[in-house]
C-alpha cells in the first residue's frame, strides 16, 4: 500500500480542516443571514403597519386612511388590507399589482374582485389571533395569492379599542432573490478560502517539512558514516533543537568511534607488543635449554652461565608479566588506593639505596635531595614506592656510562613534588607525548635485554591518577630528561637538618 509523505498529510489535514471550518461556516451563516433578513423585513413591516395604526387611532376619516394605506402598500410593494372586527375588508390596496380596489391582476383566486365588505385572505386561525389582540408573522404558500409570501397582521385599535386588523402579504420573490445573492456571496467567500487554505497548506508543509528532509539528509550520511556535516540556520524552536541534537550526535558519534578505532589500534598494537615481549625471553630460554639438552655445554661452569641466564629471563618475563597485570587492575579499577600518611622521603631514601648496586654496575651515580620540612603525603605507601622506583629505574637506564641519576623531593604549598633527574639525550615535543604509552620504547639508549618492558611509565601514570596527583617530563634533547610527580601534603613536624646521600 502506498504510503503518502509528511508534506502531502499535512496539506491534506489542513485543507480538509479549513475546508471542514469553512464549510460549517458558510451553512450557519447562511441560515443565520435568511433569519436576520426576514426578520429586519418582518420589523419593517411592522414599524410601518403601527404608524398606519396610530394614523387610525388619531382621525376619524375614512379617506385619510385609504390614503395612509395606498402609501403602505406602495412603500412596501405590498398587499395592505384593513378588516373590521367582524372579518370584514374596509379598505385594500396593493403596492405590486396593477392597481388598487380590484384591480390586482394575478393575484390568485377570486382577488380581483375583492372589495371593502368582503372577507380577507387570511387563515381562520390567524385571523382569530389577529382579532384576538396578538400580532403574527409568518412565512410560506398562500393560497390566495398563489405564491409564497410574508405575512404581517397586527391589531387596529381605535379610541383604545379593537376595531380591527391590518393585513399585510408580501411576496418572498424579491427576499429570495436578495437572500440567493448573499449566499452566492457566501459561496464564493468560501470558495476564496478553499483556494487560499490550499497555498496556505502547500506552503506551509513545504516549510515544514523542509527542514525535517534535510536533517534525515544528515542522518542519512551519519548512517554512510560521513560526519561531517551538520544541520544550520535553525531557529531557536522545536526543529532548531532537533537540529542541535542532530549536530550533538554527530559529533559524539564520530568522537566515540575515533576512540573506539583509537582503542583497537591500541589493542592491536597491545597484542603486538605483547607478543613480542614475550617472545624474546621465551626465546633465549628455548635456546639455552636446547643447548643444555643437546650437551653443547662443555663443563660445569658453562652449564651455570646457561642456567643463570634461563633464570634471568624468567625473571624478566615474571615482571613484564606482574606489570601488565599491576596495569590492568590499575586501568579497570580492580585496584583500590589505599590512602594513609606516607612519607615520601623515607620512600626516596629507600629507593635510592635499593638502586645503589645497580648503579655502580652501570657506573652511574644516583643522588637524593630532600628538605628539612616534613614530606607527608596523602596516599598509599607502596603504590608511591612504585612510582618512585619504576622513574629510577627509567632514570638509571638511560643515562650513559658516569652519568647522575637526581632524586629531589620538595614542598610547594600544599603538595609535595618528586622530580627524577637523569643524564640522558633528553627527548623531542613528540617523544614526550609517546613515553606515557605502554610498551613505548625510546632507540637511544634502551636497547637489548636491559631495555625493560615498557610498561613502567604507564602504570606509574595511572597509580598518579588515582591519588588525584599530576606527572609529567620536561625534556629537551641532548639535555636529559626531568620525570615528575606531585600528590597532595599531610602537615607533619619539620626535619631540623636536610638530608642526602648516594
Not at 379617506?63 to 412596501?76: N, P
Request: glycine fraction near 10%; proline fraction near 3%.
Amino acid at each position: 500500500m502506498k504510503r503518502f509523505g509528511l508534506a502531502f498529510t499535512i496539506w491534506l489535514a489542513m485543507f480538509a480542516l479549513v475546508a471542514l471550518v469553512l464549510g460549517l461556516a458558510a451553512i450557519f451563516q447562511s441560515g443565520m443571514i435568511e433569519r436576520i433578513y426576514l426578520r429586519q423585513q418582518s420589523d419593517r413591516i411592522l414599524e410601518r403597519t403601527e404608524e398606519l395604526i396610530r394614523t387610525n387611532n388619531e382621525t376619524a376619516s375614512q379617506s385619510r386612511l385609504e390614503q395612509e394605506v395606498d402609501t403602505l402598500a406602495r412603500e412596501l410593494g405590498a398587499s395592505v388590507i384593513v378588516i373590521d372586527q367582524s372579518a370584514r375588508v374596509t379598505s385594500w390596496s396593493s403596492g405590486y399589482g396593477a392597481g388598487r380596489r380590484g384591480m390586482g391582476m394575478g393575484m390568485g383566486p377570486g382577488l380581483g374582485s375583492m372589495m371593502p365588505g368582503r372577507n380577507a385572505p387570511i387563515d381562520q386561525s390567524d385571523l382569530q389571533a389577529v382579532l384576538g389582540g396578538q400580532t403574527v408573522v409568518k412565512k410560506g404558500d398562500s393560497p390566495y395569492f398563489g405564491m409564497d409570501m410574508l405575512l404581517v397582521a397586527a391589531p387596529l385599535k381605535k379610541g383604545g379599542q379593537q376595531s380591527g386588523a391590518v393585513i399585510v402579504h408580501t411576496p418572498l420573490a424579491p427576499i429570495q432573490a436578495n437572500l440567493r445573492s448573499i449566499n452566492e456571496a457566501v459561496i464564493y467567500s468560501f470558495l476564496l478560502g478553499i483556494a487560499a487554505a490550499t497555498l496556505l497548506a502547500f506552503l506551509f508543509s513545504r516549510k515544514v517539512t523542509g527542514p525535517i528532509l534535510k536533517i534525515n539528509s544528515v542522518a542519512r550520511s551519519m548512517a554512510a558514516g560521513d560526519f561531517s556535516r551538520q544541520v544550520t540556520g535553525y531557529p531557536d524552536n522545536e526543529l532548531g533543537v532537533l537540529a542541535g541534537s542532530i549536530n550533538t550526535l554527530s559529533r559524539e558519534l564520530k568522537e566515540k568511534i575515533e576512540t573506539l578505532e583509537k582503542i583497537d589500534s591500541a589493542r592491536r598494537a597491545f597484542v603486538a607488543n605483547i607478543s613480542h615481549e614475550l617472545r624474546t625471553p621465551l626465546t633465549i630460554m628455548q635456546g639455552y635449554t636446547e643447548a643444555l639438552m643437546d650437551g653443547i655445554a662443555r663443563d660445569e661452569k658453562q652449564k651455570e652461565k646457561y642456567l643463570l641466564n634461563i633464570y634471568e629471563e624468567t625473571i624478566r618475563l615474571r615482571r613484564l608479566v606482574d606489570d601488565l597485570l599491576d596495569l590492568r587492575r590499575l586501568e579497570s579499577g580492580q585496584i583500590s588506593i589505599r590512602l594513609e600518611a606516607a612519607d615520601l622521603a623515607r620512600i626516596i631514601e629507600g629507593v635510592a639505596g635499593q638502586f645503589n648496586e645497580t648503579a655502580t654496575e652501570k657506573k652511574v651515580e644516583v643522588k637524593y635531595l630532600l628538605p628539612g620540612e616534613s614530606l607527608l603525603v596523602n596516599g598509599d605507601p607502596d603504590r608511591l614506592k612504585q612510582v618512585v622506583i619504576n622513574l629510577v629505574d627509567n632514570a638509571v637506564r638511560f643515562s650513559p656510562e658516569n652519568g647522575v641519576v637526581e632524586v629531589r623531593g620538595e614542598r610547594l604549598g600544599g603538595k609535595v613534588r618528586v622530580r627524577v633527574r637523569d643524564s640522558g639525550p633528553g627527548m623531542s615535543e613528540e617523544e614526550k607525548g609517546l613515553v606515557w604509552d605502554r610498551f613505548y620504547k625510546s632507540n637511544q639508549y634502551s636497547t637489548g635485554r636491559d631495555s625493560g618492558s615498557g610498561l613502567g611509565l604507564a602504570i606509574a601514570r595511572q597509580i598518579i591518577d588515582l591519588h588525584g596527583g599530576e606527572i609529567g617530563v620536561d625534556s629537551s634533547p641532548g639535555e636529559g630528561s626531568v620525570f615528575w610527580f606531585t600528590v597532595e601534603t599531610i602537615p607533619g613536624d619539620t626535619v631540623k637538618n636536610i638530608r642526602g646521600g648516594k
